[in-house]
Nanobody, 121 residues
Framework: QVQLVESGGGLVQPGGSVRLSCRSP????????MGWYRQAPGKERELVAA???????TYADSVKGRFTISSDDPRKMVYLQMNSLTTEDTAVYYC???????????????WGQGTQVTVSS
């Protein structure tokens, strides 16, 4: 299973924005879907947003209208633009890659180190 590398997190004030990046090292997966997940302290990891190989996107209800997932054409990078952040968005954010059904389930054995996003004043 491919391990991806997440980056871009940090401390941001409520109402602010941050852009996360996920890099697939060395290989292009143009036929795969990619997803962003997050895990807040004491909570289960959840799917935040996903993008299919045909660039179809889906979002968790809690982030609709605020987050945007996108990918570059060779599918080496996937991004998560996060706007209007609230303290509820504080979590470690992870990305992963796979078939669409795998992305929706998020049942992976391998995860990257994630990137911490902390929303606080």
């Amino acid at each position: 299973q491919v391990q991806l590398v997440e980056s871009g997190g940090g401390l941001v004030q409520p109402g602010g924005s941050v852009r996360l990046s996920c890099r697939s090292p060395g290989t292009i997966f143009s036929t795969k879907a990619m997803g962003w997940y997050r895990q807040a302290p004491g909570k289960e990891r959840e799917l935040v947003a996903a993008i299919s190989s045909a660039y179809y996107t889906t979002y968790a209800d809690s982030v609709k209208g605020r987050f945007t997932i996108s990918s570059d054409d060779p599918r080496k990078m996937v991004y998560l633009q996060m706007n209007s952040l609230t303290t509820e968005d504080t979590a470690v954010y992870y990305c992963n890659i796979g078939d669409w059904s795998e992305i929706l389930k998020g049942e992976y054995d391998t995860w990257g180190q994630g990137t911490q996003v902390t929303v606080s004043s």
